[in-house]
């Protein structure tokens, strides 16, 4: 294998952690010689694997689909692509199926059966992807900020000033000169505008710029049906639990959602906390398959959300992942008398509100 090639030169700090003010968009070239280094660690190569994060959302989705649009017309490499865990949120499901995706559990796969992986939107060491420890991915192409673990990989695009890892790689499509069929161009701007919360939560004039570049393309129709899915019954059940549960900590705001039907919903119900008014700081916690699963975000610029959740979950023995104003992570919960998990989950809950400066005991909101 080559040497590492991590193009960070020509790359800037996230939106929030730089001073204010308009944010340098990459000239075309650097795409273009970012996308020539991909493909030259793709040549030779018959099988790809393009793998997500597990429970991928929109953004992971959109960038695989593009990676492996990338490797098949510009490298002429087969390209499957997977992810781990479950599609469980109803907007993520809408993409998959409304778009006709021709993505598969990596259960399904034999990863041996490929001899080129990507790993997109997530990092090697970050533990919320299915790639075996042994098996280092050949590339990495994500927007979170980079982390350490990048021993044999061929070639990794990561951190730098972007709000989704889908701007990335619509960033190379335009520099291949090619122009994305209408289900990618759908999934690559839902991407970007699921992540970047309709380009007002950390976005660049990157993001923009591929927003507006991608939109022509869109299918609106389908578009329409991915943001507004049906959602089941447990979805209702779950949102009125966790209103019913959640608590006021000064200036954060705590959801214990218990049991959930997915893991998405604990992000979800985060997001929706954090609009709560007067309000920096919300979180939600659910058990789900013998883990628990965190989501944070926070509406102060001056905070870093990802650090905060990868420290904390760190210290439990857990992995998680996120930037400046959004953040999850997951841990397995202890096995043996419920008192053991309780308990764990109450060191969590603890160490969270530390890390506010929010107050132990909170109120009720209704």
Known sequence: MSQLSVDS?????????????????????????????????????????????????????????GVAFLLEERAGVEARIAYGGIVGRAENRALLRVLKVPAVHVSRLDVGDFDFVALVDTQPVCGNHSLAHERPPDAVVDHHPARDGFDGVCFADVGGDYGATATIVAEYIRAAGLRPPPALATALFYGIKSDTRDLGREFSRADVTSYQWLFPFVDNPALSQIEHPHVPAEYFEALHRALGRARRHGEAVVADLGNVYVPDIVAEVAERLISLEDVRWSLAMGNFEGQVY?????????????????????????????????????????????????????????????????????????
């Open 9 to 65: 030169s020509s790359r800037l700090p996230p939106a929030h952690a730089r001073a204010a003010g308009t944010p340098r968009l990459l000239a075309p070239d650097d795409a273009a010689r970012r996308l020539d280094r991909l493909l030259a660690a793709a040549a030779g190569h018959r099988h790809a694997l393009v793998l997500t994060h597990d429970n991928p959302d929109p953004d992971s989705v959109s960038a695989a689909m």
């Open 294 to 366: 965190c989501s944070v975000r926070t509406g102060d610029r001056r905070m870093n959300a990802g650090r905060m959740v990868r420290q904390i979950f760190a210290m439990q023995g857990g992995s998680a992942g996120g930037h400046g104003s959004m953040a999850g992570g997951r841990a397995l919960l202890p096995h043996g008398p419920r008192r053991d998990r309780e308990a764990f989950r109450r060191r969590l809950l603890r160490a969270f509100l530390a890390a506010f400066d929010a107050p132990a005991r909170g109120r009720r909101l209704f």
